[in-house]
């Protein structure tokens, strides 16, 4: 256990303790495998997942399987994209879509979480199964406009694509995924599109969605066929498109 104390300078003797990260964080993943249609994923990943360090990225979440489930029905519309994902946590659904598209941005906010995801990019780029000719990962908190930018900056064509899977689940960030989605589709020749695999779990949050699509200018469209219970059938979710309007 890793344990510090700190004099504090107000001359008391009093003393706090500090726990080191390690203390608290699981990192020992497990190699599991996903089938999604004829496409086999293996990644390392976690069973569940602490919420205290926003460590929810370690594990694969509902909305990542209906996304993927998707896209191995129909999986056209990624050819030859260019995709940025928002909060992909260990990746599930953009190492899926790296075999299909042109160029792949992988993008998380917890330093933990990046760390499993790059494991699981060299996982794929290793297993031999034939990707996208270019897959990165990238810190992008939603909101940051210095980590955005610099992406763009490294990116100037923009992205045809931004998906997100199972990524609206705390009401405080979903203003700023919204501005971040907004800069990320003006950016670039306008004509692209977010994909987002909704998991609903509280009305307050779905009313929220539609809100802020609103506010940044953004058309909503469910798509055809895609509503469906998750997670056991203890929740719906679907998949809703966002275009500029
Ligand atoms: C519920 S998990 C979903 C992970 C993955 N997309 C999936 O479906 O398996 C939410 C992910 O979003 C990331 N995230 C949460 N808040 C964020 C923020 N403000 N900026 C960037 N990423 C964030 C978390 O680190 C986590 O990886």
Redesign the pocket.
């Known amino acids: 256990m890793e344990i510090q104390t700190k004099n504090l300078p107000n001359e008391q003797e009093e003393e706090e303790v500090y726990f080191g990260e390690s203390f608290f964080v699981n990192d020992s993943y497990e190699m599991r495998t996903f089938t999604y249609g004829s496409h086999v994923l293996r990644l390392q990943c976690l069973q569940s997942a602490s919420t205290d360090y926003?460590l929810?990225?370690q594990l694969?979440?509902p909305?990542?399987e209906l996304l993927n489930h998707h896209i191995s029905q129909c999986s056209d519309f990624l050819t030859g994209c260019s995709i940025i994902e928002?909060?992909?946590?260990?990746g599930?659904?953009g190492l899926l879509c790296s075999r299909f598209c042109r160029q792949l941005v992988l993008t998380?906010?917890?330093e933990i979480?990046l760390k499993v995801l790059k494991q699981n990019i060299d996982l794929q780029l290793s297993s031999g199964i034939s990707t996208c000719a270019e897959i990165t990962s990238e810190k992008?908190?939603?909101g940051n406009h210095d980590q955005l930018s610099e992406i763009l900056k490294r990116f100037p064509e923009g992205f045809d694509l931004i998906i997100g899977?199972?990524?609206c689940?705390?009401q405080c960030?979903i203003p700023?995924l919204f501005e971040t989605v907004e800069q990320l589709l003006r950016f670039g020749d306008k004509s692209g599109k977010f994909i987002l695999a909704y998991v609903s779990r509280a009305k307050s949050i779905d009313a929220m969605v539609a809100n802020e699509a609103k506010k940044h200018g953004l058309q909503m469209h469910e798509v055809a066929g895609s509503r469906t219970l998750v997670a056991g059938g203890s929740c719906e979710g679907v998949i809703f498109e966002f275009i500029l309007n």
């Open positions: 926003d929810t990225g694969v979440w909305g990542a928002l909060g992909s946590g260990v599930v659904t998380d906010h917890n979480v992008l908190e939603w899977a199972d990524i689940f705390q960030s700023l």
